[in-house]
């Protein structure tokens, strides 16, 4: 089941402009991680925020979670057109489970 | 980064042939693989969970017998679809985990595009 909800479902942004996008989930995590999905090809992992972290920074990326309200952000600062791609939230549960559940996702277009 | 080659990218087939997904874990070894189903502009569904050397755990609704999945070495994994049929048509992804880097993080194969005609 998809435990993830993205939101905006998608955006479109000039370059040089942040792009944030936002998560949801519903159970108690482990951690979550943020992916990212060019057209038609895998997934990249961008970066992983633990439980007990607030706030992690990775080159332009900025990812912040709030356990409290089951949410997290992925912030996206100065884009460019290279970060056109889908982005998907997901979770790992509690209860040692390997597995990962994946948000809907959101596809961010950067217009040059 | 970790990296998996999946194989093939693309396939298109007749209904009712069974078509078969490689996953590889090239420069690591995988005890666990992850295969996903994506349907267009969707997000990824997990299908089954890998295991070398034992049978896969498949996900609630996923049949077993049509998915079959095995996972013979630690560096490889295939799935077949069984007699397949145009609503199988969708876009497959597999994952490995390396036991060697961060536990948690996911790789991925580029994904195989299965169209049946």
């Known amino acids: 089941s998809q435990q993830g909800e993205e939101d905006p479902q998608a955006l479109s942004i000039q370059e040089g402009e942040n792009a944030t996008m936002n998560c949801s989930y519903k159970t108690s995590i482990n951690n979550l991680q943020w992916y990212r999905q060019n057209s038609g090809r895998g997934l990249v992992h961008l970066i992983l925020?633990?439980?007990?972290?607030r706030e992690k920074h990775s080159g332009r990326l900025r990812v912040t979670l709030d356990t409290s309200k089951k949410s997290s952000s992925l912030l996206i600062t100065a884009s460019r057109a290279a970060d056109t791609a889908s982005y998907f939230c997901a979770t790992e549960t509690q209860g040692g489970s390997e597995k990962l559940v994946f948000g809907k996702g959101t596809k961010l277009t950067v217009n040059p | 980064g970790a990296v998996v080659s999946q194989h093939p990218s693309r396939v298109i087939c007749k209904s009712g042939t069974s078509v078969k997904i490689e996953c590889r874990s090239l420069?690591?070894?995988?005890?666990?693989m992850f295969w996903y189903r994506q349907f267009p502009k969707q997000s990824l569904m997990l299908m089954a969970t890998s295991n070398e050397g034992s049978k896969a755990t498949y996900e609630q609704g996923v049949e077993k017998d049509k998915f079959l999945i095995n996972h013979a070495s630690l560096t490889l994994s295939t799935l077949t679809v069984t007699s397949a049929h145009p609503e199988d048509s969708s876009f497959y992804i597999c994952?490995?985990?390396?036991?060697?880097?961060?536990?948690?993080?996911?790789?991925f194969g580029a994904g195989t595009r299965l169209s049946v005609l």
């Open positions: 994952s490995a985990r390396d036991p060697g880097r961060t536990k948690n993080i996911q790789y």
């Open positions: 420069d690591f070894q995988a005890t666990t």
């Open positions: 925020i633990r439980s007990n972290e």
